[in-house]
């Protein structure tokens, strides 16, 4: 009887260890708004001011973390943010086309986890972001494109929100992101006939405001 007894309580042990593991996972769901961006080429030159339009967009993102203190975590994030294009300056014909950034970064989180169930927080990331433009109908100067291709450009974001913790491993919260990334160019492989084969964007910053759920290990 004693063995059973003392090996259920090495069991509990070691469940009480891994429910203290410093470790988490968050996934938040939103809505972004991007600002214009600034159409830098066309395959050729374009006019002077030419800028892209975005409608409002969606943000799906997932964030593992590792807490080093009460106060400060270890983060990598990734996911995706989309929109579509509403008008680009001098387009005679635009159809479904959409901007996609898909991050993967790492960075920090600043929290103050003594206001009793409710935590504020901030930070920021950096890293990679994989900028997709997905076209199935576009006409500018003249020139007919359609297809999806995909630049690796340097991004970062700053965030914060508010968590309120439902119990010791769930908490759901508010987010703001703001995301900033270079320059995308993206090559058609079957345009021909044109000054070059680039179309390239300015850089792209987006706000998203999300809903999030954290669960603590």
Known sequence: MKKQLFAVALLASAV??????????????????????????????????STVKFDPGFRLGVTGGYRITDWLSAEV?????????????GATSL????????????????????FGHFVPFVGASAGGDVSVLDIDHLTLNGIHVRGDQGDAVFAWQAFGGLRYSINEHMGVGLEYHYFASDSADWTARHVYGTPTDHLRFGPVDIHAFSLAFEYRF
Do not use: C
């Open 77 to 89: 994030n990734s996911g995706i943010m989309s929109s579509k294009v509403d008008s680009v300056t």
């Open 95 to 114: 159809r479904d086309t959409y901007l996609s950034n898909i991050p993967l970064q790492a960075g920090l989180r600043l929290q103050w986890p003594h």
């Open 16 to 49: 009480a260890a891994v429910a203290e593991t410093p470790f988490y996972i968050t996934g938040d769901l939103g809505g972004t708004i991007t600002p214009n961006a600034h159409l830098s080429e066309f395959f050729g030159p374009v006019a002077p001011g």
